[in-house]
């Protein structure tokens, strides 16, 4: 499992939405776009994601949300 580097998760860090409320336990957002990477970069469906970027669901979920709130057009300005 690879995850985004260090230095590119802090710059990209300030793109992603403020938690609200205080859920029991939620999966990294650095492990999260790490392997919406790694499925859409590998064709893969959600369900074939590799377990160590958290569950296929969380992934997809994410994936949605932040396509809504346009997440991934902030990254891409960034970068």
């Known amino acids: 499992m690879e995850l985004i580097r260090e230095k ?3 710059r990209l860090s300030k793109c992603f ?3 609200q409320g205080f ?3 939620r999966v990294d957002n650095r492990s999260v ?3 919406i990477v790694y499925v859409l970069r590998n ?3 959600w369900r074939d994601a590799p377990r160590g970027y ?3 669901k969380t992934l997809c979920n994410r994936f949605i949300r932040w ?3 346009g997440v991934f057009g902030k990254i891409f ?3």
Do not use: D, N, V
């Open 8 to 10: 590119a998760f802090e």
């Open 17 to 19: 939405p403020k938690l």
């Open 23 to 25: 859920p029991k336990s």
């Open 33 to 35: 776009i790490s392997g």
């Open 43 to 45: 064709g893969l469906k």
């Open 54 to 56: 958290g569950p296929y």
């Open 67 to 69: 396509s809504r709130l």
């Open 77 to 79: 300005q960034k970068l």
